[in-house]
C-alpha cells in the first residue's frame, strides 16, 4: 500500500529550443516586472543582455560578480545591487541561479531563471552559501523561482566535459531520489523518466555538443532530475561524495560519477523495485553495470584513484560517513558493508563483481 505526504512545489516551466528568445519577454510581463536586476557571470552577461533586448529599458542594474558556491560577501553585493529591483531574472549556471535565490532570501524577490547548464537547482528550494570553507544550506520556498525558461540552445556551448559533469549530477539526483528520504511515488516516476532522458542525451552530447535535439533531450532530463531531488531530497550516495569530497578536495562531478553505480550496487537487493526501474529507463537488465558502463563511454575514469585518493585514506572517513548515513537506506549500512562499497569505487571494480 502506498502511503505519503507530498508538498507539491509551484512553478511555471516554459520548455523548448528557442524560448529564451522568444517567450522570455512574456514571461517578465506576465509578471508585471518593470525594474529588473539582471544576474548573470562575466561569461554569460553578453548572451544574458541579447536576452533582455525586448525589454531592455527594464533592466534597473545588472550582477556579474558570479562565484562558485556562492560565499556570502558575493551574495550582499548581489542583495545591494538589488536595492529598488522587482524581479531578478539570472541566466547561467547553478552558481548564477544560486546567486539569485541568495537575493531572494532576503529580499522576497520573485526569480525568473533561465539555466544554461544541467545543474537543477532551478527547480528546487534549496539555498546554499559559503563562508570560508563552510558551506551552509537551507530550504525556503522564497528561493524557489517563479518561472523557468529552459532553453536548450543556449546549452549548445556548454563544452562535452562539463556537459558530462553534470547530466551524470543530474543522472545522480534521478537515481537517489529512489531511496532519499522524502521520496514518493510521483518524485520516482519522474526520476525513472529523468533517466531515460539522460541516458538518451548524454552519449550524443559528449560526442557532439552541437547536436540540437540531443541537447533538448538532456535538458529535459536535467530538468526531471531535479525536480525528483527537489522533493525527494539526498541519501547515502550524496553523503558518501561531500564527505569524500570534502575531506580529499577530490572534483565533485567526476566523483559522483564513480560512486553512483557501486551505491546502487550496494541497494539493489533491497530495494528491487527502484533496481528494476533505473534497470529499464537505462534500458539494461543490470542498472549498477549499466551506469558504471555509461560513465566509461562518457570518459569518466573508472575508480577514485585516479582522481588521487589513496587506499589508505578510506577507512579515515568510513566513521563521518556513516554519522550521516540515512537511517532509512533500503540496506542497512555497517562499517563493513561501507568499506567494500568505497573500495570497489576506489579500485574501479566492475559493480556487477563486487557485489556477485
Ligand atoms: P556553474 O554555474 O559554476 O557553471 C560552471 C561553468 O560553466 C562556469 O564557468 C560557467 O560560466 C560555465 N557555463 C555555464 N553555462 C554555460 C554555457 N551554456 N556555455 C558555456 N559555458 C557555460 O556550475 P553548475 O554545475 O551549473 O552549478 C554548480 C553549483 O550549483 C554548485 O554550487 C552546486 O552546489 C549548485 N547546485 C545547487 C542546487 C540547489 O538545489 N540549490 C542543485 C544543483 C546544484
Request: hydrophobic share 45%.
Amino acid at each position: 500500500m502506498h502511503t505519503f505526504t507530498y508538498d507539491a512545489l509551484p512553478g511555471r516551466i516554459v520548455f523548448g529550443a528557442g524560448t529564451a528568445r522568444h517567450a522570455l519577454s512574456d514571461e517578465i510581463n506576465a509578471l508585471g516586472a518593470q525594474r529588473l536586476l539582471l544576474v548573470a557571470s562575466e561569461s554569460e552577461i553578453g548572451l544574458a543582455r541579447e536576452l533582455c533586448v525586448p525589454f531592455a529599458d527594464r533592466i534597473a542594474a545588472e550582477f556579474t560578480g558570479i562565484r562558485p558556491h556562492v560565499p556570502v560577501e558575493v551574495a550582499e553585493s548581489a542583495r545591494e545591487a538589488a536595492a529598488g529591483a522587482d524581479l531578478v531574472l539570472c541566466v547561467g549556471g547553478g552558481s548564477t541561479t544560486g546567486t539569485a535565490k541568495a537575493v531572494a532570501l532576503t529580499t522576497g524577490l520573485p526569480i525568473v531563471a533561465v539555466p544554461t547548464t544541467y545543474a537543477g537547482s532551478e527547480v528546487t528550494s534549496v539555498w546554499g552559501m559559503t563562508e570560508g570553507t563552510r558551506k551552509t544550506t537551507g530550504t525556503d520556498r522564497r528561493v524557489l523561482p517563479r518561472t523557468v525558461v529552459y532553453d536548450s540552445d543556449l546549452t549548445l556551448t556548454l563544452p562535452a566535459a562539463l556537459s558530462v559533469a553534470s547530466g551524470l549530477n543530474a543522472m545522480a539526483h534521478c537515481v537517489e531520489a529512489f531511496w532519499a528520504p522524502r521520496r514518493n511515488p510521483v518524485s520516482s516516476a519522474v526520476a525513472e523518466d529523468g533517466i531515460r532522458h539522460l541516458a538518451a542525451g548524454l552519449p550524443t552530447v559528449a560526442a557532439d555538443p552541437a547536436d540540437s535535439a540531443a541537447r533538448a533531450e538532456l535538458l529535459l532530463g536535467a530538468y526531471l532530475a531535479g525536480s525528483a531531488f527537489a522533493v525527494a531530497g539526498s541519501g547515502l550516495h550524496h553523503k558518501i561524495c561531500h564527505v569524500l569530497g570534502g575531506a580529499f578536495d577530490l572534483p565533485h562531478a567526476q566523483t559522483h560519477a564513480i560512486v553512483l553505480p557501486h551505491v546502487l550496487a550496494f541497494n539493489a537487493a533491497h530495494a528491487p523495485d527502484a533496481a528494476q526501474r533505473i534497470a529499464a529507463a537505462l534500458g539494461q537488465p543490470d542498472p549498477a553495470a549499466a551506469l558504471h558502463e555509461l560513465g566509461t563511454k562518457l570518459g569518466v575514469p573508472a575508480g577514485l584513484r585516479e582522481l588521487g585518493l589513496n587506499e589508505d585514506d578510506i577507512d579515515t572517513v568510513l566513521a563521518d560517513i556513516l554519522a550521516l548515513a540515512p537511517t532509512d537506506n533500503p540496506r542497512a549500512v555497517t562499517a563493513d558493508g561501507l568499506r567494500t562499497m568505497v573500495h570497489a569505487a576506489w579500485a574501479g571494480t566492475d559493480p556487477a563483481r563486487w557485489t556477485a
